[in-house]
T-cell receptor, first 114, second 115 residues
Framework: AQTVTQSQPEMSVQEAETVTLSCTYDTSESNYYLFWYKQPPSRQMILVIRQEAYKQQNATENRFSVNFQKAAKSFSLKISDSQLGDTAMYFCAFMKQGGQNFVFGPGTRLSVLP | DTAVSQTPKYLVTQMGNDKSIKCEQNLGHDTMYWYKQDSKKFLKIMFSYNNKELIINETVPNRFSPKSPDKAHLNLHINSLELGDSAVYFC??????????????FGPGTRLTVL
């Protein structure tokens, strides 16, 4: 069974600074998908970024980018130029190819300070 | 225009009651899910339906029964509610076909409080 670990329960960053959230996972699969979701206080789950394991190039979406290290089974999220609206819980998720459901990490609560 | 909708968004009820939560998606997805998010924010899969067929049924009390009348709807019925059922329940959908991106789209969640 796959597991996803997020070792930082809480983090804070000053507005306009850069922050990196860590995620590691355990799997014997070679093909899979990884995701970061954001859950602001409104509780809506919002997709931030996705990565396909067969792609070596790290995914980027505007201020959000990932550092995907397949051998190390690591999938960290970098948020550049942090904004107050980035304050949220961030969840890392894993899905194997051909799989049917996500496995979520426990989440990291990020606070962006003015 | 809402992609995945859930009703109600808030549900307060007494122990022992029976309640239902409804979910609808208008994305044309083939798979729908129910997740439970506990007070520590941990998200756990409960059920999944693919093309109206149950494909995931995690260790969930049989007081919880999902029903999928068609591919666009997945409802959750809970019998004999208990205090420990208090949580936020999320519906989600995705497309698991070969051309799918496999990302899941979530509804706004239903906060269930059992008194």
């Amino acid at each position: 069974a796959q597991t996803v670990t997020q070792s930082q329960p809480e983090m804070s960053v000053q507005e306009a600074e850069t922050v990196t959230l860590s995620c590691t996972y355990d799997t014997s699969e070679s093909n899979y998908y990884l995701f970061w979701y954001k859950q602001p206080p409104s509780r809506q789950m919002i997709l931030v970024i996705r990565q396909e394991a067969y792609k070596q190039q790290n995914a980027t979406e505007n201020r959000f980018s990932v550092n995907f290290q397949k051998a190390a089974k690591s999938f960290s999220l970098k948020i550049s130029d942090s904004q107050l609206g980035d304050t949220a819980m961030y969840f890392c998720a894993f899905m194997k190819q051909g799989g049917q459901n996500f496995v979520f990490g426990p989440g990291t609560r990020l606070s962006v300070l003015p | 225009d809402t992609a995945v909708s859930q009703t109600p968004k808030y549900l307060v009820t007494q122990m022992g009651n029976d309640k239902s939560i409804k979910c609808e998606q208008n994305l044309g997805h083939d798979t729908m899910y129910w997740y439970k998010q506990d007070s520590k924010k941990f998200l756990k899969i409960m059920f999944s339906y693919n093309n109206k067929e149950l494909i995931i049924n995690e260790t969930v009390p049989n007081r919880f029964s999902p029903k999928s009348p068609d591919k666009a709807h997945l409802n959750l019925h809970i019998n004999s509610l208990e205090l420990g059922d208090s949580a936020v329940y999320f519906c989600a959908s995705s497309y698991l076909g070969l051309a799918g991106r496999h990302e899941q789209f979530f509804g706004p969640g239903t906060r269930l409080t059992v008194l």
